[in-house]
């Protein structure tokens, strides 16, 4: 490799590291620390100061789906506690991206799980 073409791609990475927002820095921080409500709420506070930024955006979607899986699939969990948690947390996602096909099926899945047992379906 050239030193040119190192040059360029040293900057490239430089650049790009340092316009990482501060907010999902210390999120992704508190996400691997499975801290999910600290993450969440840095990316709420940040999302309300810049609500056009994509990072921002996808950054939360990643936290809020992090922390509904992490109540969905924790087997230390009762499904009496688990299942209404779990669906409040899927559905926390679709204001931020109403897209979300993991979220929506999710809350699919439970949802259908209430309705097979007979039972209403928490809100």
């Known amino acids: 490799m050239d030193f040119k073409r190192f040059a360029l791609i040293l900057t490239l990475a430089a650049t790009t590291l340092l316009a990482a927002d501060p907010a999902v820095t ?9 801290n999910y409500d600290a993450a969440i709420t840095t990316l709420q506070t940040a999302a309300k100061a ?16 992090a922390k509904a899986d992490s109540i ?13 948690d779990a669906l409040r947390a899927y559905r ?30 928490p809100q």
Request: hydrophobic share 40%.
């Open 92 to 121: 926390q996602v679709l204001p931020v991206d109403p897209n979300n096909e993991k979220a929506k099926a999710s809350i699919s899945t439970i949802e259908n799980i209430y309705k097979s047992m007979g039972r209403p379906v």
């Open 50 to 65: 810049a609500p056009k930024s994509a990072e921002i955006k996808a950054a939360l979607v990643e936290a809020l789906l």
């Open 72 to 84: 969905m699939y924790n087997d230390a969990l009762p499904p009496r506690s688990k299942y209404p």
């Open 26 to 34: 210390k999120a992704k921080k508190d996400l691997a620390a499975k």
